[in-house]
Structures are given as C-alpha cells and as structure tokens.
C-alpha cells in the first residue's frame, strides 16, 4: 500500500490538534458524523460524561477498537479521527474495508480522565487494571459492548513516555505493538497467533516510513489487563503504542504514523493478508527498553562542582494541565554516570557550543547553583 495515496494532509482531522483531547471537543466532531456513521451513548462515565461508541461498515468482519482509556493518552484518539475522516473518504481502500468488516470505535473510554488529563478514571482506578474486577462503569461498558458486538478482532489503543526505544538503539519507539499474553506462560494460542501475524504485516509496511523506529512491547502476563483479558476469552486483541518522535512532543507527527498502523491493521483483516506472515516475524521486531531521558546533561560537573566527576543528568518532562494546554515542566529524574542512555536532546558541558545552548534553557539555574 502506497501511504502517499491516503493523502494524509486532507484526510487529517484538523480541529483537534495537541496532547490535550477533552470530551467537548470530541463531542463537536461526533456530532458532525452522519451516514455511514451510526454513533450510540453507551452510558455514562462517573462524572455523567457521555461515552460514545461510532459504528461503520457492512462487513463480516467485526472490529472493536477504543481509545484514551487512560485519560492522558490522546495521540491514538485523534488518530481515530483521522481513520474515520478517511473511511468516509470514498477512496477506493476505505470502501473496501467498509464492505468486508463492520467496525466499531470507542474514542473516549475514559472522559473524566481526559478531563482533567490523568491517567485514571474519576475515582482514581486504571481501567487497564480493571478487567477482572470490573468494579468502574467505564469498564462495564467495555465488557458489554465487547459481548453484545462479539469481534473477531479487538484493536487497544495507548499512548507510551518518552523514555522508550528500540532495543538497545538510540531511535525512540514511535510506535510499539504487542499481541498480549493470555496466560502467565505466554503460551501462543490461536487467538495470540492472529494477532502476532497482524503486527508482523503493520510492521512490515509501516517500516517504511519510521524505519528501526517501531518497537514490540513487553508482553508479561497481567489477568487484570483488558488486552490480556480479551485474548484469554480467545479474541486477536492488538495493543497499540503511540510514542515519541523527533521533536514532536505534540505528538502530531505520531499521530499519523498509527493512523497509517491502523489503516494497515484493517486492510490486512479485511484481504486476510498478515495470513502470510507467522510468529517468527512478530519476535523479530525489537523489544522496548527504557534508555532514553528527554533531556541528557553530560559531564555536568563542569558547571556545578556539587556533582562528580563523570556525573551526567538525565531529565524527564512533566505533563501538566494549564489553561487548555499541556506544559512540559522539566525535573531531574536521575543522577550518575548514565552509561547506555540516550538523550531526546543531549548536551556536553565540556562542549562549549552545547554549553552556549544549555545557558538558553529555563531550567539553567537550577541544574547550575
């Protein structure tokens, strides 16, 4: 599939736009939805806060995917936007898809987390931890919804930090996907086969725009995670990570990268393609590691004698809500020699350009007195 024939620029939903997603502005956008669309409220989440579920295609197979079930991941949100601005394009692969699969998308599982941007819900519980329990109404939505509709495939869609790459590279995980365990022996059943031959075929396409780029995540076995659970009752569930790329800390670059993911997630259930690929496929991509800080300061004791001698800085942002907008508050997360870590951005303070920028950073006093 050729990604310039998406035409990426015109498909993408330009009224939301940033790391902060609220359900008023989701709510604008599905109220513009009209046939082939048909958008159900499935219930409330703890604050009254509608949840919407949008469903579209005719197709035999049935994909669910939902979105921002933690309340602070909004990039693979806005890439559904996108998804559904392209499968009411016309395009030739968009009306394919709708004739073989009837999709339906949640984009906003968790309303009242993406209020206020957090992680969890109201009531403060990860409803990626709730799948067992099912103590939130978020999550017995999800549960009811994934009985009533019973899909062939289940699509679960996250954010990751910025402290992940591929392998042991210096090249952050733009986006990482795993085919969940379904038991604590990581046993490849049929169901988890499915869905490990489905990444195989996104990674092999999508390689080509971020190659060394795209990581696999760490697929221990959690009976408490909706992705886990979902693959034990014997459904392909895929995990999507939207993670960091250069100097995109709006994730808007990513955001198209797993629009492009998921548009390849459904051509290869709809022609049966990722049939081709096998497990071998899915193990060769690289496994995530956490070696990257968004900002590393080596050598910093040339500019505080407080540290030593081969002490370096590894700082990490803090995303916080402020007036409509996420600020990114920088905060020393370690302090060492950080041998084998990467730096988003890096400087040398032995260095005396690196040094002339560090000077114009906001954070100079405090790593300098």
């Given at each position: 599939m050729s990604f310039q024939d998406l035409d990426y620029s015109n498909i993408k939903e330009k009224s939301i736009l940033g790391r902060y997603v609220s359900h008023?502005?989701?709510?604008?956008?599905?109220?513009?939805?009209?046939?082939?669309?048909?958008?159900?409220?499935?219930?409330?989440?703890?604050?009254?806060?509608?949840?919407?579920?949008?469903t579209v295609g005719s197709g035999k197979q049935r994909i669910l995917m939902w979105s921002q079930m933690h309340g602070n991941e909004s990039t693979t949100t806005k890439a559904v936007l996108d998804l559904m601005n392209f499968l009411n394009s016309e395009k030739g692969e968009s009306l394919d898809i709708l004739q073989k699969c009837t999709l339906k998308i949640i984009p906003m599982l968790n309303p009242d987390g993406a209020e206020v941007y957090t992680r969890v819900n109201a009531n403060k519980i990860d409803l990626n931890r709730d799948a067992k329990k099912l103590t939130q109404p978020e999550s017995k939505l999800l549960r009811t919804v994934y009985e009533d509709f019973r899909p062939h495939y289940?699509?679960?869609?996250?954010?990751?930090?910025?402290?992940?790459?591929?392998?042991?590279?210096?090249?952050?995980?733009?986006?990482?996907?795993?085919?969940?365990a379904s038991d604590e022996q990581r046993t490849i059943t049929e169901s988890r086969k499915k869905s490990m031959k489905l990444v195989g075929a996104i990674d092999h396409d999508l390689n080509s725009c971020i190659s060394g780029q795209i990581g696999r995540y760490d697929d221990t076995y959690n009976a408490n995670c909706v992705g886990d659970t979902f693959q034990a009752l014997g459904t392909p569930t895929?995990?999507?990570?939207?993670?960091?790329?250069?100097?995109?800390?709006?994730?808007?670059?990513?955001r198209k990268y797993i629009f492009y993911a998921l548009v390849l997630a459904l051509k290869n259930i709809s022609e049966d393609g990722h049939k081709h690929f096998t497990e071998t496929d899915y193990f060769n991509i690289p496994e995530n590691n956490k070696?990257?800080?968004?900002?590393?300061?080596?050598?910093?004791?040339?500019?505080?004698?407080?540290?030593?001698?081969?002490?370096?800085?590894?700082?990490?942002?803090?995303?916080?809500?402020?007036?409509?907008?996420?600020?990114?508050?920088?905060?020393?997360?370690?302090?060492?020699?950080?041998?084998?870590?990467?730096?988003?951005?890096?400087?040398?303070?032995?260095?005396?350009?690196?040094?002339?920028?560090?000077?114009?950073?906001?954070?100079?006093e405090d790593i300098a007195n």
């Open positions: 008023r502005q989701l709510a604008k956008y599905v109220n513009t939805l009209r046939k082939p669309f048909s958008v159900e409220t499935m219930g409330l989440s703890v604050e009254n806060r509608s949840i919407e579920s949008i289940c699509l679960n869609l996250h954010d990751q930090r910025t402290i992940f790459n591929v392998g042991h590279t210096p090249k952050p995980a733009t986006a990482s996907f795993l085919a969940p895929v995990l999507f990570e939207a993670g960091h790329f250069v100097d995109d800390y709006e994730r808007e670059q990513t070696q990257f800080f968004d900002i590393l300061i080596l050598n910093a004791s040339a500019i505080n004698s407080s540290f030593n001698g081969k002490d370096s800085l590894g700082i990490l942002y803090t995303e916080v809500l402020k007036n409509g907008k996420i600020h990114f508050v920088p905060k020393i997360e370690m302090v060492g020699e950080l041998e084998g870590y990467f730096g988003h951005q890096s400087y040398n303070c032995l260095n005396s350009n690196d040094l002339k920028l560090l000077k114009q950073q906001p954070f100079w």
